[in-house]
């Protein structure tokens, strides 16, 4: 493809996205997939240049947003391509108007005016624009960094790396050499003894060690977390919001496929696509099961498993603002009500998580969030409730049994809770406490 129509491309996916944004539709993600699905014909390198366009404007979407309103121009996925053109490559702008096929369509003399009138710095601009974060957690993000924001939301507005983990069963340092085979830019991660990160862009999803079930894609935070919680061979372990099951194949390979792992999870799509990862993995010891979104039936089927389970994992839904690297148009989604609406599903979610849990065994509770309203606020209303009969442990005296590495100082603002950060620790932004129940 052209650069011209590389432009245009990129202007029908940005399109898409802010409808998307609009409506509580498809994420960026998905969109793209969807895009490149239906157009099969485009290329390997076509794709990874439109995709780096997309998401750079994405990144960087409040700021645009300020300077195209600032020229009194209409928001659209144009004028945010303008926008990005104008501050980082105006000399593509001349291929507005190219004659080859598929290239964006001429500037308009409005335009061409607008343009001009865009304020080139961020003087004055409004925190949504300076630094990408939307009004609705304004004061929760600076409650969590104070005087760090900008560092912090400077390293959430850049690109993610590439995180893997060794498989644990049947892990060699044989490994670790063909994992850099792979790619030489992989190093070992920091914190996590079976990790490896690089920068480069990469699919490894057809590579010999991923196939084998010897490599899995998992950012280093929820590899920690899953080390955290500390499930020994022969336990009973609960994962009530399974997900795509990252954190229960780790657990497994770590529990050495003796106890039993329950991933639960509302959607039958999601555990149907777990079930592959597991065989790959060599997992012999987790149950999948559909669990009813709410009412008498999910009572009924958690019912059974009450005071049963050593360890529950409660790895949250939540607004996955740690994840904005990944992500970068969730930010625009959120108000306060859907923020508030995932702080009540959390609490929600400890209350029956607690009741599965045995005398002495643990709740571990999770997000990929950095807000305090869905993080140290939901872990103090828990505390509150329970009349004395849970405890939030340590976080760095378990990090001390499971890992060999040293604890790292956290972010959260309760000492005994773990919260990771893009700009301290380079992972995504990720939340863990553990309670512990005490016997009666």
């Known amino acids: ?40 014909y485009i290329g390997s390198k076509d794709r990874r240049a439109i995709s780096e366009l997309v998401y750079t404007v994405l990144r960087r979407r409040g700021r645009h947003i300020w300077r195209i309103g600032a020229a009194w121009l209409d928001c659209t996925a144009r004028t945010l391509m303008l926008s990005y053109l104008a501050l980082n490559d105006r000399d593509s702008l001349a291929l507005f108007g ?27 601009a409004p925190m949504s624009a300076a630094l990408e974060v939307p009004a609705c957690v304004e004061k929760m993000l600076q409650r969590r960094f104070a005087d760090k924001l900008a560092d912090a939301m400077s390293a959430l507005n850049e690109g993610a790396s590439l995180d893997l983990r060794c498989n644990p ?58 080390y955290l919680v500390d499930a020994k061979p022969g336990m009973n372990v609960i994962d009530l919001c399974a997900g795509g099951g990252g954190k229960s194949l780790m657990v497994s390979a770590l529990m050495e496929n003796r106890g039993q792992v329950y991933a639960f999870d509302i959607s039958s799509k999601r555990l149907s696509a777990m079930k592959p990862r597991i065989q790959r993995a060599g997992c012999r010891n987790i149950q999948c099961r ?16 009450h005071g049963k389970a050593d360890r529950v994992i409660i790895d949250a839904p939540c607004t996955g603002s740690g994840t904005w690297r990944r992500n970068p148009d969730q930010r625009w989604r959120l108000t306060t009500s859907i923020i508030e609406g995932y702080a009540a599903l959390q609490s929600s979610l400890l209350e029956e998580g607690s009741a ?31 009349s004395g009969r849970w405890r939030l442990l340590d976080y760095a005296s378990v990090w001390q049994q499971v890992l060999p590495s040293a604890s790292p100082k ?31």
Not at 290 to 305: C, I, M, N, T
Request: charge should be negative; glycine fraction near 6%; proline fraction near 6%.
């Open 356 to 386: 599965l849990v045995n005398d002495g065994g643990r709740l571990v509770y999770m997000t990929c969030s950095l807000l305090p309203d869905e993080n140290e606020a939901v872990v103090d209303q828990f505390l509150a409730s329970t």
């Open 98 to 124: 190219d004659e080859a096929p598929h290239s964006p369509a001429a500037l308009t003399t409005e335009e061409t005016s607008a343009l001009d009138a865009m304020p080139d710095s961020l003087v004055g």
């Open 1 to 40: 493809m052209r650069p011209a129509a590389r432009i245009q491309a990129a202007i029908d996916i940005l399109d898409l996205v802010e409808e998307g944004i609009a409506s509580e539709g498809l994420p960026a993600d998905a969109v793209v997939a969807s895009y490149y699905r239906s157009r099969r």
């Open 169 to 226: 069963l049947g892990y060699s340092i044989d490994i670790n050499n063909r994992i850099k085979e792979i790619d030489q830019n992989f190093k070992k991660t920091i914190f996590s003894p079976i990790g490896f990160r690089s920068k480069s862009k990469l699919n490894i999803t057809a590579n010999p060690l991923y196939r084998d079930g010897s490599v899995e894609i998992q950012d280093e935070s929820a590899q920690v977390a899953s």
């Open 410 to 440: 956290t972010a959260s603002l309760n000492p005994k809770c773990l919260q990771l950060v893009p700009h301290k620790h380079q992972t995504d932004g990720f939340f863990v406490a553990i309670f512990e129940k005490a016997p009666l």
């Open 290 to 305: 559909v669990l009813p979104e709410g009412g008498s039936a999910r009572q009924k089927l958690l019912a059974d498993f």
